[in-house]
């Protein structure tokens, strides 16, 4: 099949059938989950997977989307969402077909889970297979210094998520003795064995005219990495 010629940013315009064919939909070879572009998610069907509710953009096929009941991730996980008022919103996609998925332009990445665990930012997971398991976590200190609190997701097991970032995401290796600090906004995932701990710094205030409270800080200790990425997503705000 005959890759079509992309999009010049420097060709002041283009003939329909130039346009058409330089964007048209590409089949990747590349199983359920395929970027079609790094800001776009193909998906593959032939089952059910979980995606975030709003991230449907187009499909073609038999697709039945049903939004994800409130206690199918059990008493705990309805509990936490009640106490931070946050949580995943899931969508089931169940049927075959072709799919796609976005998430306000960000950047896509897909990782393949092999009998392993991560943390990811509950803002920032576009879909997952069914074939892992799925839980809000939310760290205890956090709804008590932060209004809104801060939840993520633990994934665990074998199959593919794709998550999101703003701009390319950057992964630093967490070592024994060498801690890494992070902003709560700009981390986006973390290995599942690590425990992050929030802090505060009184040597950071902010702006005069912006308040004069503590910077919050995520501390992460032990063997693992960190997901950050250039841009804080959400202003928090302490109460």
Do not use: C
């Not at 010049?8 to 064919?21: A, G, H, V």
């Not at 931070?84 to 896509?108: C, F, P, W």
């Amino acid at each position: 099949m005959t890759t079509p010629p992309p999009l010049l940013k420097n060709q002041p315009s283009y003939t329909l059938d130039e346009f058409i064919r330089a964007t048209s939909q590409q089949d990747k070879g590349h199983g359920l989950f395929e970027k079609e572009t790094e800001r776009l998610l193909e998906v593959n069907l032939d089952g059910r997977i979980n995606t975030k509710m709003g991230s449907m953009v187009a499909y073609h096929g038999s697709i039945k989307f049903t939004r994800e009941k409130m206690m199918d991730q059990g008493l705990g996980n309805l509990l936490k969402k009640a106490v931070s008022g946050e949580g995943m919103r899931i969508t089931y996609a169940e049927g075959r077909g072709k799919l796609y998925l976005a998430d306000a332009g960000k950047k896509v990445s897909v990782i393949n889970l092999q009998n392993e665990s991560i943390y990811i930012n509950g803002n920032d997971v576009l879909a997952f297979e069914q074939t892992l398991d799925h839980k809000i976590k939310m760290m205890k200190k956090v709804a008590a210094m932060m209004s809104g609190g801060l939840f993520n997701i633990h994934l665990s097991g074998s199959g593919m998520v794709a998550m999101t970032t703003h701009y390319d995401p950057i992964t630093l290796v967490v070592e024994p003795g060498k801690p890494v600090m992070t902003d709560p906004n700009a981390t986006v995932a973390w290995s599942g064995d690590l425990v992050p701990q929030f802090k505060t710094d009184t040597s950071l205030r902010t702006f005069i005219g912006r308040g004069s409270g503590e910077s919050f800080q995520m501390l992460f200790e032990g063997s693992g990495f960190v997901v950050i990425q250039p841009y804080e997503e959400v202003a928090f705000r302490t109460q």
